[in-house]
């Protein structure tokens, strides 16, 4: 089975039409899936034009099958491209792909997406109330609990890391990690990692929260009376979880290699040491969704958009470990 992947073109005055044409003339992606743009076309057809990375077939949905050697696009209606802005109608272009595209996988018209990135705030402007695709996704597809996780195959192994929270302020964290979120957080890691990931046996290794686990409650009390209970509670429901454990020391120490994953407490406790690892390479993938979602690790690259010099062979990685889950999905 050779899968159908929407791609979104993410925010168009960003780097997601770029790294979206490099990645379809990937000669190493073509026999792992069939690739569709989804987004402003005419913001493809221009981006393609001025850094030869054409020809581009308007389609007019996704049974429609682009020529040989052109990558074909669903419209979702012009955009404007203002390089590095941050603009109420670059979200909207944004928001209005992924739209489409949710759609498309739900309604089994495509059967992964592969989302480029988008401004935060520029979805802010255009008056999306979610975060970011995690979150918008969910409430589009009425997943009851997803999962955040970055994922990159290194030499020493595969690196997952999860996330309980995920974009929180920092000030809200201690009060979201509860032994409810962490559970819930754990058994949903575990199915996605043996549904969608082919890990047969999951084993999971849980951070603390705070500095040394709270080193006998002498660092804040939560890795005793939240954490360690939530791991427990996990174990006994059959979920192969560990912890906590101090999050310096253990990637310090390369302990994320003898796991199948990590789940840290918050975003930059565990994407800051994914980055410092795996920055380029790695997969940022939505687990608990009724549809297949993956995405760069990395975000807009406002600062050096439209200069042609963007790196697509993190999202290239995306395409492939969405045209993987794909095919495991519907095997
Ligand atoms: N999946 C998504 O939609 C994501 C969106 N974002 C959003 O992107 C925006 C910018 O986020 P930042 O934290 O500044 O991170 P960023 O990843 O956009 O940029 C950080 C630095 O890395 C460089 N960089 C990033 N990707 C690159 C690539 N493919 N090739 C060459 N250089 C690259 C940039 O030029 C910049 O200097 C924010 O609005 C953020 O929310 C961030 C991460 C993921
Ligand atoms: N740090 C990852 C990130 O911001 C991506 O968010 P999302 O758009 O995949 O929800």
Redesign the pocket.
Known sequence: MRPTLALTL?DPN??GPE?VLKAARDAGLAPLARLVAVGPANVLEAQADALGLGPITRLDGFADVAPEGTLGVIDTGDAETEWGRTTASGGRAAIDAVARACDACLSGEADGMV????????ISLAGVSFP??TEYLQDRTGAPDVVMVLASNLARGALRVALTTVHEPIARVAALVTQERIGTVLNTLDAGLRQRLGVPEPRIAVLGLNPHASDGGVIGAEDLTVVAPAVEAARARGVNASGPFPADAFFGRGSWSRVDAVLAMYHDQGLAPFKALAM?GGV?LTLGLPIVRT??????????AGRG????S??AEAVRMAAEMAVMRNA
């Open positions: 993410g960003g780097i790294i989302t480029a990135p988008l401004s935060k705030e520029a970011g695709h380029g940022n995405s760069p690790d990395h975000g807009t690259a406002f600062d050096i010099i963007a790196d697509a993190s999202f």
